[in-house]
């Protein structure tokens, strides 16, 4: 099983899989959830649980923040819509916070195994918690997992969207901690000439192939 699952499991630079799923939205095709869009796509253990809930209200309470960056949120986890509708109506009842964006009933596992969720050495029964980058065109760009006892860090999600986003727009790199304002890293000559421009250049360079400069 184990082996099957990592097979399965989609790597960075390749296209999401589809899948036509019931959410707390309704019924839902990711390709045209995704079209044109960017998509945070993450699993939690189950519903009613104490980490997956504030992971979730910490997605929820940046909101404004994905809609600003062309983002979409899609959740899932292997609990029935009903479930679902119950968990979200507890946790805004208790705090007044809304899951607005859809979260995946995935009873059967099926799509928790397309992507890799499930990972028999943690358990087998509960999607580990992954997040996935996926950029408008449906390819994937980056992936987090995290154990079941371990909740994320939004800010770093936050950041690497940034990242992402910063570097197909300028054709760059980040270098370590990069956030929003930071120096980037352009990419190193490939040729003698483009070196010598490199070197009479203005940039800030550690050496010939590490330059930096603000965008």
Request: a negative charge; glycine letters at 6%; hydrophobic letters at 45%.
């Amino acid at each position: 099983m184990e082996n099957t699952i990592s097979h399965m499991m989609p790597r960075i630079g390749d296209m999401a899989p589809d899948f036509e799923a019931l959410t707390t939205i309704g019924p839902l095709k990711f390709s045209n959830y995704n079209k044109g869009n960017w998509v945070v796509l993450f699993s939690h253990p189950a519903d009613f649980t104490p980490v997956c809930t504030t992971e979730m209200m910490g997605f929820a309470k940046e909101k404004d923040f994905f809609s600003a960056h062309n983002t979409k949120l899609i959740g899932l986890s292997i609990d029935s819509i009903h479930a679902h509708i119950a968990w979200v109506n507890a946790v805004q009842e208790k705090t007044g916070i809304l899951f607005e964006f859809p979260i995946i009933a995935d009873i059967d596992m099926q799509i928790s195994k397309l992507y890799g969720m499930l990972q028999p050495g943690e358990s087998e029964t509960a999607a580990v918690r992954a997040v996935f980058i996926i950029d408008p065109v449906g390819k994937v760009r980056l992936i987090m997992y995290y154990p079941l006892n371990v909740g994320r860090n939004m800010e770093e999600i936050k950041r690497t969207l940034l990242a992402l986003q910063t570097s197909d727009e300028y054709k760059c790199a980040m270098p370590l901690n990069w956030q929003l304002g930071d120096k980037v890293i352009i990419p190193a000559p490939k040729t003698l000439e483009a070196l010598a421009e490199r070197k009479a250049s203005d940039l800030e360079m550690v050496d010939w192939y590490l330059a930096k400069k603000s965008l």
